[in-house]
């Protein structure tokens, strides 16, 4: 049992990194993810952590620190959103490549232009094809725990590949929930020291970081970094079936809600997870069967776990908070992939909602599932959620 | 108590609306409630109309939506009800409370609210006990004088906790004057 505080997500955020005590930390403030690394800066001044904070002037500068402090053996983080992610991007798609097992609490915030300081998924959403590992968060509790577990899979001498933790700006970043924080030392003992077979630091075994590297062995690097992603999963649930013992709670790939009987199930991601859970609820109430499902590690994609899952659904909606212009949004995308080997393949809709932090509505989750029961469906075609007309 | 108790704040901001929700959430939560409190931001500037919610219940709270059936509404600045509809959403059984010295016929028609508008000299109180202007903790026992949602004693706890790193004993004495002075002297 641990003890329950009344915090934000962005303070769950950096309880965890309070407990992780990792030697160096880097950001560059942004808003919604300012407060995790504000409350950080606290510990580290009040002497409650021994990390070292480097205060830098942009968060391409942030990444790159972090890449020298883990090149040379440290246990490194951040936290960015939005801009700050798209400004350190050359770095952030470099650090898979140098195998460098930062992990990074990624507030999810809408990409300029129009500015705009509120949720979507679009900032995280233009990342996923560089090889970093992708975990997703209903709300504050979420955030902590997966932050934790995102450590260890991470720096598992497997895998190597780095992790971003993902929340909802505001809406989870901002919110003050009932969190569960566990016992510092059985934390601290769980997520244990880093350790590396070779430190740039190192100087008995010398060795060459980032080199050049031609069309002779480019192809190589890259193949031996899908191999160590594709062992994520089952590091995942190894780390996770440890972090149960502290917890009491499971780590699946992704939640299902209601979905064994379900006629037609919702797909979303992070805080509007919950807002389906209530919806799922309601439409219950009146007979009718319906679910969701949540995925939570989204790089590696679980294919084979999704499509058991929702094998039996005859209808599926996906709700994405990101567009990718003129092509499928990126949940939907990934599950029509899932989806596509069964021999009775379920109907399919996609949604978007929630843009620059649109509300999303119980009421209107309710209503994508009237009409996914209904069976007025385009698939070759998204539908707006609580666009004004 | 319905499955959840939702309270809506509107004021400016620099007056307190996010922590006043926050600190009442923080002493349901002390009471071994589940509990949301979340502000809505829009472009961050001292004196910008804001808005605040808590949801309080004895079940976990699912949905991450905004309060849009409030059982109460608190208004930390009477003048925003001249651009923001401050009752949207509030039933006429529900709570309206006002900053305001009096309860006059102006101030109910600008609510735009069929319901019992309640009053608190929130202003008033805190630059008489503190010398500032910080409305959230007086409204905040006027909130629990007329709904009993939380124990003052829950609030006097998250009022010290909060406030006492910050701004020393004496201070946090005055804020639980504001506090229990709200409580006594929220009219109709």
Same mark, same amino acid.
């Given at each position: 049992?641990?003890?329950?505080?009344?915090?934000?997500?962005?303070q769950?955020?950096?309880?965890?990194?309070?407990?992780?005590n990792?030697?160096?930390?880097?950001?560059?403030?942004i808003?919604?993810?300012?407060?995790?690394?504000?409350?950080?800066?606290?510990?580290?001044?009040?002497?409650i952590?021994?990390?070292?904070?480097?205060?830098?002037?942009?968060?391409?500068?942030?990444?790159?620190?972090?890449?020298?402090?883990?090149?040379?053996?440290?246990?490194?983080?951040?936290?960015?959103?939005?801009?700050?992610l798209?400004?350190?991007?050359?770095?952030?798609?470099?650090?898979?490549?140098?195998?460098?097992?930062?992990?990074?609490?990624l507030?999810?915030?809408?990409?300029?232009?129009?500015?705009?300081?509120?949720?979507?998924?679009s900032?995280?959403?233009?990342?996923?094809?560089?090889?970093?590992? !992708?975990?997703?968060?209903?709300?504050?509790?979420?955030?902590?725990e997966?932050?934790l577990?995102?450590i260890?899979?991470a720096?598992?001498?497997?895998?190597?590949?780095?992790?971003?933790?993902?929340?909802?700006?505001?809406i989870?970043?901002?919110?003050?929930?009932?969190?569960?924080?566990?016992?510092?030392?059985?934390v601290?003992?769980?997520?244990?020291?880093?350790?590396?077979?070779?430190?740039?630091l190192?100087?008995e075994?010398?060795?060459?970081?980032?080199?050049?590297?031609?069309?002779?062995?480019?192809?190589?690097?890259?193949?031996? !970094?899908?191999?160590?992603?594709s062992?994520?999963?089952?590091?995942?649930?190894?780390?996770g079936?440890?972090?149960?013992a502290?917890?009491?709670?499971?780590?699946?790939?992704?939640?299902?809600y209601?979905?064994?009987?379900?006629?037609?199930v919702?797909?979303?991601?992070?805080s509007?997870?919950?807002?389906?859970?209530?919806?799922?609820?309601?439409?219950?109430?009146q007979?009718?069967?319906?679910?969701?499902?949540?995925?939570? =590690?989204?790089?590696?994609?679980?294919?084979?776990?999704?499509?058991?899952?929702?094998?039996?659904?005859?209808?599926?909606?996906?709700?994405?908070?990101?567009?990718?212009?003129?092509?499928?949004a990126?949940?939907?995308?990934?599950?029509?992939n899932?989806?596509?080997?069964?021999?009775?393949?379920?109907?399919?809709?996609?949604?978007?909602?929630?843009?620059?932090?649109?509300?999303?509505?119980?009421?209107? @989750?309710?209503?994508?599932?009237e009409?996914?029961?209904?069976?007025?469906?385009?698939p070759?075609?998204?539908?707006?959620?609580?666009?004004?007309? | 108590?319905?499955?959840?108790?939702?309270?809506?704040?509107?004021?400016?901001a620099?007056?307190g609306?996010?922590?006043?929700?926050?600190?009442?959430?923080?002493?349901?939560?002390?009471?071994g409630?589940?509990? !949301?409190?979340?502000p809505e931001?829009?472009?961050?500037?001292?004196?910008?109309?804001?808005v605040?919610?808590?949801?309080?219940?004895?079940?976990?709270?699912?949905?991450?939506?905004?309060?849009?059936?409030?059982?109460?509404?608190?208004?930390?600045?009477?003048?925003?009800?001249?651009?923001?509809?401050?009752?949207?959403?509030?039933?006429?059984?529900?709570i309206?409370?006002?900053?305001?010295?009096?309860?006059?016929?102006?101030?109910?028609?600008l609510a735009?609210?069929?319901?019992? =508008?309640?009053?608190?000299?929130?202003?008033?109180?805190?630059?008489e006990?503190?010398?500032?202007?910080?409305?959230?903790?007086?409204?905040?026992?006027?909130?629990?004088?007329?709904?009993?949602?939380?124990?003052?004693?829950?609030l006097?706890?998250?009022?010290?906790?909060?406030?006492?790193?910050?701004?020393?004993?004496?201070?946090? !004495?005055?804020? @639980?004057s504001?506090?229990?002075?709200g409580?006594?002297?929220?009219?109709?």
């Amino acid at each position: 049992m641990g003890v329950k505080k009344a915090i934000t997500g962005a303070q769950a955020a950096a309880e965890a990194m309070r407990q992780i005590n990792p030697d160096v930390v880097v950001a560059y403030p942004i808003t919604p993810q300012t407060p995790i690394v504000e409350q950080f800066a606290k510990y580290v001044a009040d002497g409650i952590v021994d990390t070292e904070m480097v205060p830098v002037e942009s968060e391409h500068s942030a990444m790159s620190a972090a890449v020298g402090a883990e090149t040379a053996g440290a246990r490194a983080m951040s936290a960015t959103s939005s801009q700050g992610l798209a400004l350190m991007w050359e770095v952030v798609a470099a650090t898979p490549g140098l195998r460098l097992p930062i992990v990074m609490s990624l507030v999810n915030r809408a990409l300029s232009a129009p500015i705009n300081i509120h949720c979507d998924h679009s900032d995280v959403m233009g990342v996923t094809t560089v090889g970093w590992i !992708q975990i997703f968060s209903e709300n504050a509790q979420e955030v902590y725990e997966n932050t934790l577990l995102a450590i260890r899979v991470a720096e598992d001498k497997r895998i190597q590949l780095p992790a971003m933790v993902n929340q909802d700006g505001f809406i989870t970043s901002h919110a003050v929930e009932p969190v569960e924080i566990f016992d510092d030392a059985l934390v601290r003992k769980f997520v244990g020291v880093r350790s590396l077979d070779r430190a740039l630091l190192d100087v008995e075994h010398p060795r060459s970081v980032g080199p050049l590297v031609l069309p002779d062995y480019y192809f190589e690097f890259k193949r031996a !970094q899908e191999e160590a992603m594709s062992k994520v999963f089952e590091v995942y649930r190894e780390v996770g079936t440890e972090l149960s013992a502290i917890t009491g709670k499971q780590y699946p790939f992704f939640e299902t809600y209601r979905t064994d009987d379900a006629e037609a199930v919702v797909v979303v991601l992070n805080s509007a997870a919950g807002t389906a859970k209530a919806a799922v609820d309601a439409v219950r109430a009146q007979g009718k069967k319906v679910g969701m499902l949540k995925p939570i =590690l989204f790089r590696p994609f679980p294919y084979t776990e999704v499509r058991d899952a929702l094998r039996h659904v005859p209808v599926v909606g996906v709700l994405d908070r990101s567009m990718d212009f003129g092509a499928y949004a990126p949940v939907y995308s990934e599950f029509r992939n899932a989806l596509w080997e069964l021999d009775k393949r379920p109907s399919m809709q996609s949604y978007i909602y929630g843009l620059g932090g649109r509300d999303i509505m119980t009421t209107e @989750i309710e209503a994508v599932f009237e009409e996914l029961l209904s069976g007025e469906l385009d698939p070759e075609h998204q539908r707006y959620i609580g666009l004004r007309g | 108590m319905k499955e959840v108790y939702e309270v809506r704040m509107h004021g400016r901001a620099g007056q307190g609306a996010k922590s006043g929700s926050q600190l009442l959430a923080e002493a349901a939560f002390r009471e071994g409630k589940y509990i !949301q409190s979340f502000p809505e931001y829009g472009s961050e500037r001292r004196g910008a109309p804001t808005v605040s919610y808590t949801k309080i219940a004895d079940k976990v709270l699912k949905s991450h939506e905004p309060i849009v059936n409030p059982d109460v509404v608190m208004v930390l600045d009477f003048g925003i009800m001249r651009s923001v509809a401050v009752a949207a959403g509030l039933p006429d059984t529900g709570i309206l409370i006002v900053n305001t010295k009096v309860c006059s016929t102006e101030i109910k028609k600008l609510a735009q609210f069929n319901g019992t =508008l309640y009053g608190v000299d929130a202003t008033g109180i805190s630059l008489e006990l503190l010398g500032m202007d910080t409305p959230n903790v007086p409204m905040l026992g006027a909130l629990v004088k007329l709904t009993g949602i939380v124990k003052m004693e829950s609030l006097e706890y998250v009022l010290r906790e909060h406030f006492l790193p910050k701004i020393g004993e004496e201070k946090v !004495q005055k804020n @639980i004057s504001m506090l229990r002075k709200g409580y006594e002297e929220v009219f109709k």
